[in-house]
């Protein structure tokens, strides 16, 4: 299902996205709050994205490309871990370095939760390292709530990472 905003069209996501993920999956800033190391080859990425649309295709989760009105891709969202029988799932989201701080995650963000709503999922999960102010600060912006925290829960360069997980109730 495409999902558009106002300044945004979120479609499901392709394996010709591949080529336009990498950027995201080489940038280590944009990693460095992700749970995995920079992705230096392209055909890992291609691989990836073909292993999401498959997932996809499954009804196992929902990935979107985001892209600005005018064309340009700006990043992606997911719903994964997709629990039907008890109507929730975990919410990612990834927008390029260059338009951090416009609202796009925001925009994004807000178009998937009325999505999920209007598809019976009951509840969402998010979690973020800490430390991720940005993400943080959005997911409280749109109602999510503290619940959890995850005590080295994410093992990057050579260290335990904390983590913070967020609920919200749709």
Not at 50 to 72: I, K, L, P, T
Not at 96 to 114: P, T
Not at 127 to 135: E, F, I, P, Q, T
Not at 141 to 153: C, E, P, V
């Amino acid at each position: 299902m495409i999902l558009e905003t106002e300044r945004l069209i979120l479609a499901p996501l392709t394996v010709e996205d591949a080529p336009l993920i990498y950027p995201f999956l080489s940038d280590a800033e944009v990693m460095s709050n992700l749970d995995q190391e920079p992705i230096e080859d392209p055909d890992e990425v291609a691989s990836r994205v073909a292993a999401q649309v498959e997932e996809m295709n499954a009804g196992d989760a929902a990935y979107w490309a985001v892209r600005h009105a005018s064309g340009a891709f700006l990043g992606y969202c997911e719903f994964i871990d997709i629990d039907k029988r008890h109507d929730r799932a975990e919410l990612r989201f990834v927008i390029e370095r260059e338009s951090w701080g416009q609202g796009f995650g925001s925009e994004a963000v807000s178009a998937l939760l009325a999505h999920a709503a209007s598809e019976g999922l009951k509840s969402l999960v998010a979690s973020v390292h800490v430390g991720d102010n940005r993400a943080e600060r959005l997911l409280e912006k749109l109602g999510f709530k503290t619940a959890g925290y995850l005590k080295g829960a994410v093992h990057r360069d050579g260290e335990r990472r904390d983590r913070r997980l967020y609920g919200l109730e749709l």
